[in-house]
């Protein structure tokens, strides 16, 4: 009996672990493509998970709020801070702070 717990645990985990790489992925290409928009460098490569929780979405079904943070440049000399949030696997809103400029 403790191996089907221990099994049905990890397919858990093993669906949570894909469910949040889709997540991200989805994420990290919103990201470059508006940075490509705004023509804005996005640095490192990468979008970090600052933040998920359940949440009800407009259909009222619950689904994973996630919040990541990156970052970019607009001159090559300052790093700013983005911020995206998504609901499941929607993009909400990408979010620059102020910048420079060029």
């Given amino acids: 009996m403790l191996d089907f717990f221990f099994i049905i645990l990890l397919l858990l985990i093993g669906f949570y672990w894909s469910n949040a790489m889709k997540a991200r992925e989805i994420a990290f290409i919103a990201v470059n493509v508006h940075c490509q928009k705004m023509d804005v460098q996005l640095l490192d490569e ?56 060029l």
């Fill in 46 to 101: 990468y979008v970090a998970l600052i933040g998920i929780w359940p949440k009800r979405d407009d259909d009222g079904k619950i689904k994973a709020w996630r919040s990541y943070q990156f970052e970019f440049t607009s001159t090559g000399d300052e790093r700013y801070n983005g911020k995206v949030v998504m609901m499941g696997d929607k993009v909400l809103s990408i979010q620059l702070e102020p910048y420079r400029i």
